[in-house]
């Protein structure tokens, strides 16, 4: 199984097991209390993991064991009632859940466990297990599957029903099941999408009858299976059409980016974002088991863009976050809640498997959708050419704060399909998506309509606020008597006031009518209160069509009514804008990803604190982007430290050095103070910072001549800080600082720049974690320049060119040799591996020596010191295999890195021991490496031995590297770099009256 799929699933369950009190109960650090029904997830992920390879097949049974047992033991009788259920289910509230999803899942599990591990479960564990699956499932979750109002609930209930049915073969258990997917059936629309609460089941707001995003998928998942855990096959009829139209609806909820639009949900209180990943895992079973099952191409892409985007969203102890982007308060559920879930992605490993398969083979893995799809009863439209996908939603039911979708007869979403950047977006509150509160609502018209009224507000709004007293026992739990104070008076912020406003909006229309065309689709609407009140009087006609090259708007507000102020705000994407009174025409543009070369390039301005020549990465890194940018057309100039006691070279022979032959690129040496090396080290702080202050003075100074039109991207924090009132501006960050006053410049940079680039995952976290906004995020990996690698000698000629003696096996570090990059380890190896011949090519001279220094006796290890940039591939092509031994700390090590030698390995076909990191685990799977414990030499050694000894597995890796080579060169880099800047500026510019 692929390390790529597996790994965040086995974060997730570590980080499951990590809240263990000592008996086996898993506490919600939020909620104070055992979500048995989320518990019984972390059995589901240690049987998955366990069947599909995953190391410490012990341990996984011991996970699973503990918490069945610890199942068993919260089995508990209702009183007088026949019904046996878990707790604590509904019964306590701060569990955020109820008897038939957590029963559901408990039973569903224990089935999984006895299936899974029965051979090592003992006859007495057994029948414990059994017994309390199948007695809660005949004494409740029967009734619940088919008499539930809640489909997805009802759909939970089947889970459950089916292991039990599966385990004791009883004939009513399986009824159930049939039972259920026929109700199911009934309460699906024809277009495929389900409604939340079905109006006629007891519905307590009309908007709980609306659609949603977040439980579309996890009905469609129950249902697969569950019909197939009872030997029912789903693409039998009457099945098969109800499930496909499901799969069709939920796939056309996917953006290009994984996420989906989350604005068409009936349970907005939910979430504070426009969006979620915590659902993914329900819709990348359904969509991987349907790809599967019907062959439907889409949904395979649908489903691996789904993992992608929900593994993205674990921190690095695997817990898992709602969204990328930090949220201004907590969500209804809990982290505890979202682990537990990630079940149903484990549960489609195989599926998954078979895709990245096919898609590192070059199938097409999913056609492009059709231009135009429309879900009439949900009265969705999805708009797709080869440049963006957009979402409109025409009708709706009525909507308050805690119900119904909170937009319509309008725009949703508009996503670049190049680069996933978002060309317009909505937020739950109405406001644009990251901007503040009160904000401008961009693409919509807005008014006023007579005066505030209190009656509207609280008619509207009352019942939400009875309710948020409900919420606030669960926010005081959580945050404290403040987060609780705080839920009545959103409530009453967002549930009242905001609806006795006098405001009228284009998209708070209910009732549009809505005509499909070749192209789009086009509303006729009226404004509209907050709680869906048409104005009398008023009409708009709204246009929304593709191009050859994205979105066109047609907004057209033919009459007021009796609203006064009527204005627009436009997207600052918006193009080819046209203004007339009462009508507005603009296009949403994104670039095509293969058009990159010929985008109109602005000269750029590359400026990096590193001294040049000299033999650290960084200055090779540097020199790398600006020759890859000029081999794009984008003028660079190359902006680096003027250093004591390094010689200021002409421009084609520094850069000569590094491998860059191009004689267009400029250099510029820049002053600094530079007195570091003349005091010791440990007295070097302050002098490192004089330097650092007094390039960026020289820098900051040098910028001000260069024309407007330019681009600037620089490393340096107080650089980009300095340049707050300038456009065209990039920060490229390699590691978040630790201090106040620099994370301080940081953030106010990071609200200032065009966008900032994240060398790496572990970067973009720190960032995100800092406040930055996701959005202006782009992380872009390292990259290597494959002409140094067109020609390499075979093995046996790059030996004899580096004069090294004949020995069977021969493996290589090239790089550097601060301690954090753990060479230390690879003595040790060498040591324990005395037939095995090692060479270390890199380094300082002071570090090199250091290294001798402890290399003493050791005559199959040879340190070559620093090598040319045009040496280093002989090296590689010498080598049985590469090491890249990084130490667990610190951050640059283990979350930030992105090391130059990884993909000069994969340019060579070289095949690497690396250590088990997340920095390098975000560039490598298994598939690609063989990772060991890292501080560790001996561990390390064991790592060569084996792959020294497998020479199968060798060639497997070597072609692996070898093909991942071609997107990790530095001119894929610059292209992908240079669209995203153009969308930057696009999405960052100021729209001018008349322009």
């Not at 029904?37 to 069947?51: D, Q």
């Not at 982290?335 to 484990?346: E, R």
């Not at 002989?874 to 080598?879: D, F, K, N, R, T």
Request: net charge neutral; aromatic share 6%.
């Amino acid at each position: 199984m692929r390390s790529s799929l597996r790994e965040p699933l086995e974060r997730v369950l570590d980080w499951m097991v990590a809240q263990d009190r000592g008996d086996g109960a898993l506490i919600c650090s939020k909620h104070g209390v055992e979500h048995t029904g989320k518990s019984a997830g972390a059995i589901v992920l240690a049987c998955e993991l366990a069947r599909h390879g995953a190391g410490g097949s012990d341990r996984l049974f011991a996970i699973a064991l503990a918490q069945g047992r610890r199942l068993v033991s919260r089995l508990e009788r209702e009183g007088e009632s026949t019904c046996f259920t878990f707790r604590p289910g509904r019964h306590d509230p701060y569990n955020c859940s109820n008897n038939v999803i957590d029963g559901g899942a408990c039973s569903d599990a224990l089935a999984q466990l006895i299936t899974t591990f029965g051979e090592r479960l003992t006859a007495s564990e057994r029948e414990s297990f059994e017994h309390a699956c199948v007695l809660h499932a005949q004494t409740y979750l029967r009734y619940a599957a088919t008499q539930k109002p809640i489909p997805a609930q009802r759909a939970w209930a089947m889970t459950g029903v089916a292991g039990a049915a599966q385990l004791s073969g009883h004939e009513v258990l399986q009824l159930a099941v049939t039972e259920g997917a026929k109700g199911l059936a009934k309460d699906q629309h024809s277009d495929g999408s389900y409604p939340y609460h079905p109006r006629g089941s007891g519905a307590p707001h009309p908007g709980s009858a609306d659609v949603s995003s977040y439980y579309q998928g996890r009905v469609s998942a129950f249902l697969l299976y569950s019909l197939e855990r009872v030997g029912i096959d789903p693409r039998q009829s009457p099945h098969a059409e109800s499930l496909c139209r499901g799969l069709d609806f939920l796939t056309a909820l996917y953006g290009p980016d994984g996420h989906k639009c989350g604005l068409v949900e009936a349970k907005p209180w939910y979430w504070e974002g426009a969006g979620e990943v915590v659902s993914h895992p329900f819709d990348v079973f359904a969509l991987a088991r349907g790809w599967r099952l019907f062959g439907k191409e889409a949904y395979g892409r649908a489903a691996l863009a789904a993992h992608r985007t929900w593994a993205a969203c674990l921190d690095r102890n695997g817990r898992p976050r709602a969204r990328r982007q930090q949220s201004g308060r907590g969500d209804y559920q809990c982290s505890l809640f979202w682990a537990g879930h990630a079940s149903w992605a484990a549960r489609a490993l195989p599926d998954l498997e078979a895709l990245e398969g096919l898609e590192a083979a070059g199938g097409p893995v999913a056609p492009a959708m059709p231009a135009v799809q429309e879900f009439e009863q949900a009265s969705l439209y999805r708009l797709e050419n080869e440049r963006i996908v957009a979402w409109v939603r025409g009708a709706r039911p009525g909507r308050s704060a805690m119900h119904g979708s909170p937009h319509g007869a309008g725009l949703l979403r508009v996503v670049s399909k190049a680069t996933g950047t978002e060309l317009l977006s909505r937020s739950m509150d109405g406001s644009p998506s990251g901007a503040p509160r009160g904000a401008p609502l961009c693409a919509e018209w807005v008014a006023r309509a007579g005066a505030w009224s209190l009656a509207r507000g609280w008619a509207a709004g009352a019942a939400d606020l009875r309710f948020s007293l409900w919420l606030a026992r669960a926010a005081r739990r959580a945050g404290g008597l403040r987060a609780a104070l705080s839920e009545p008076v959103r409530r009453l912020r967002d549930g009242v006031l905001a609806f006795a406003s006098p405001c009228v909006r284009s998209d708070m229309d209910l009732a549009p009518t809505c005509r499909v065309t070749s192209k789009g689709v086009v509303l006729e609407s009226r404004l509209a209160r907050p709680d869906g009140q048409a104005l009398a009087g008023s009409r708009l006609v709204r246009r929304f069509e593709l191009d050859e090259t994205g979105l066109r708007v047609d907004d057209q507000l033919i009459e007021l009514g009796a609203a006064k102020s009527a204005r627009y705000a436009l997207p600052s994407a918006a193009q080819d804008v046209e203004r007339e009174e009462g009508h507005v025409r603009y296009r949403l543009v994104a670039p095509d990803r293969a058009s990159a070369p010929d985008l109109p390039l602005a000269p750029i301005a590359l400026v990096a604190n590193a001294r040049m020549p000299s033999q650290r990465a960084q200055s090779l890194q540097v020199a790398q982007v600006a020759a890859a940018f000029q081999s794009w057309g984008a003028a660079t100039t190359l902006y680096y430290a003027r250093r004591r006691g390094t010689p200021v070279l002409e421009a084609q022979e520094l850069l000569g050095r590094y491998g860059v032959q191009d004689p267009a690129i400029d250099t510029v040496a820049l002053p600094c103070v530079d007195w570091i090396e003349r005091l010791p080290r440990a007295l070097q702080f302050p002098p490192a910072r004089l330097q650092e202050w007094t390039f960026a003075r020289a820098a900051l100074k040098a910028m001000k001549g260069l024309d407007e039109k330019a681009r600037i991207l620089t490393r340096e924090i107080e650089i980009a800080y300095g340049l707050r009132g300038r456009e065209r501006v990039f920060l490229e960050v390699h590691r978040v600082p630790g201090g106040r006053l620099r994370r301080r410049w940081l953030l106010q940079a990071a609200d200032a720049v065009a966008g900032i680039v994240a060398i790496s995952e572990g970067v973009e976290e720190d960032l995100l974690n800092l406040g930055v906004a996701p959005q202006c995020i782009h992380v872009a990996h390292d990259g290597v320049d494959l002409q140094r690698f067109s020609a390499l000698p075979t093995r046996a000629e790059a030996r004899a060119a580096l004069g090294l003696e004949e020995r069977e096996h021969l493996v290589v570090y090239t790089g550097g040799l601060l301690e954090w990059k753990g060479v230390d380890g690879v003595l040790i190896a060498a040591r324990l591996l005395p037939d095995v011949q090692f060479v270390i090519a890199g380094g300082m001279d002071a570090d090199v020596e250091r290294l001798r220094a402890l290399a003493t006796n050791l005559p199959n290890l040879r340190l070559d010191g620093f090598q040319p940039t045009e040496r280093v591939p002989l090296y590689l092509a010498a080598g049985d295999l590469g090491l890249v031994p990084n130490r667990s700390t610190p951050a640059i090590s283990a979350l930030y890195t992105s090391p130059l030698k990884v993909f000069e390995a994969m340019a060579a076909g070289l095949p690497l021991v690396c250590s088990d990191l997340p920095s390098l685990r975000a560039l490598l799977s298994s598939q690609e490496a063989e990772f060991v414990a890292p501080d560790d030499g001996q561990a390390l050694a064991a790592g060569i031995e084996r792959l020294l000894a497998d020479d199968d597995r060798r060639t497997r890796l070597a072609a692996a590297m070898a093909a991942r080579a071609p997107h990790h060169s530095w001119q894929a880099r610059a292209r992908e770099l240079l669209l995203w800047m153009a969308e930057r500026e696009a999405l960052n510019a100021v729209t001018r009256p008349g322009s």
